[in-house]
């Protein structure tokens, strides 16, 4: 996965975007920022618009090594509503209890209607999601998200910088 870098010059609370660096995401910070996602995977925080009203819930996304980044949901509910007017969307893991480590994806999420890849991400879940779908990824109430980056905010300690990746046009 290519990007670049976008570097805060500040290690502290306050950091503030600094310049451009012109660094490719190398597979151990990928595999870093999955790490983050997946370990605090069942508390995330999923932001989507309502008009001009942002709204804001947790979720439990399903993370891939490759930064797929999926959510289930219902297919009634008002984010998938909110979606299918404005589809830009904000995910944010933040590590439990400390905060130390933090990822915020920025992109968009679309509805995936296709069944055979619904299947796919209902055995990956390591939640048990029959408990909402009795009917399984065939229920009519399932709906299938997937987010898809147009940048990552992301640190890997309270100290460090935060670091902005943005993959490359394709
Ligand atoms: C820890 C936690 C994890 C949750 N995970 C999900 C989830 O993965 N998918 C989902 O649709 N709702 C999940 N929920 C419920 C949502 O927070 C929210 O109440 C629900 O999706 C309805 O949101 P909406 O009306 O804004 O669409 C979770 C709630 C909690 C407390």
Avoid at 138 to 152: A, G, N, P, W, Y
């Amino acid at each position: 996965m290519k990007g670049v870098y976008l570097q805060s010059n500040a290690g502290d609370r306050n950091t503030y975007i600094g310049e451009r660096n012109s660094l490719y995401m190398d597979s151990s910070d990928r595999q870093k920022i999955v790490a983050i996602m997946r370990e605090n995977s069942l508390h995330a925080y999923f932001a989507t618009t309502d008009g001009d009203q942002p709204r804001v819930r947790p979720v439990s996304p399903i993370v891939e090594d490759d930064l797929s980044i999926w959510i289930t949901t219902f297919s009634t509910s008002r984010k998938v509503t909110q979606l299918k007017n404005n589809p830009r969307v904000c995910l944010t893991f933040v590590e439990q209890p400390s905060g130390d480590k933090a990822v915020t994806v920025v992109g968009k999420a679309e509805i995936v209607p296709n069944l055979e890849e619904k299947k796919r991400i209902w055995n990956l879940a390591t939640f048990d999601l029959s408990e909402h779908f009795p009917d399984g990824p065939e229920s009519e109430e399932f709906c299938l998200l997937k987010v898809t980056v147009d940048k990552i905010e992301w640190r890997d300690s309270w100290t460090s910088r935060l670091k902005i990746y943005e993959p490359s046009p394709e």
